[in-house]
């Protein structure tokens, strides 16, 4: 059992179990990424905690303190493998703020100069192509595995 709250009808929960697949760059003992099925951008990531918060107010102070330097090695992982022009974070909290999943995440999305942004959750990405842009990343962060 883990010792962090988890919900079993939740989708990030299941990513972060390994009960469904997700194309995974990497794990700390807090926090996992892995690419966005449904990009807004190549490269488009997310970062979550592997415990069950729904958004951003519900998150205990001490578990933002081992997510956020995650975030920020993630975010400089990608500069690093696939060289956006710039780099977007945005994180929504609640249905009306367009929240879909209701385990707290972090958006990673790369954009590029002149390259219109699509919307997030709308058209799924080649699994492959996932999998492959993850491995880019994955050999930029000095996480364990
Ligand atoms: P939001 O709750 O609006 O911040 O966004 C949730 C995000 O999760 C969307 O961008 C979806 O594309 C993404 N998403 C939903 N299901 C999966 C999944 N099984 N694997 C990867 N990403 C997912
Ligand atoms: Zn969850």
């Known amino acids: 059992m883990a010792e962090y709250p988890t919900d079993p009808n939740c989708i990030f929960c299941k990513i972060a179990s ?3 697949p997700a194309a995974v ?7 996992v990424a892995f690419m ?3 990009p807004s951008s190549r490269g488009h990531t997310l970062v979550i905690p592997k415990a069950h918060y729904p958004n951003l107010l519900e998150m205990p102070k001490e578990e933002l303190q081992s997510f956020m ?3 920020q090695d993630v ?3 990608i500069q690093t ?3 956006p022009d710039g780099i977007v974070l945005n994180q929504f909290n609640g249905k009306a703020a367009g929240q879909t999943v209701f385990h707290y995440h972090q958006h990673i999305v790369p954009r590029w100069q002149g390259q219109d942004r ?3 959750g709308k058209d799924q990405a080649d699994p492959e192509e996932l999998k492959a842009v993850a491995t880019a990343i994955r050999a930029e962060l000095d996480w364990e595995r």
Not at 25 to 31: A, D, K, R, S, Y
């Open 18 to 20: 390994g009960d469904i």
């Open 25 to 31: 760059i990497g794990e700390t003992e807090h926090v």
């Open 36 to 38: 966005d099925a449904f």
């Open 69 to 71: 330097a995650p975030v």
């Open 75 to 77: 975010t400089r992982a």
């Open 81 to 83: 493998a696939i060289q």
């Open 118 to 120: 699509r919307s997030h």
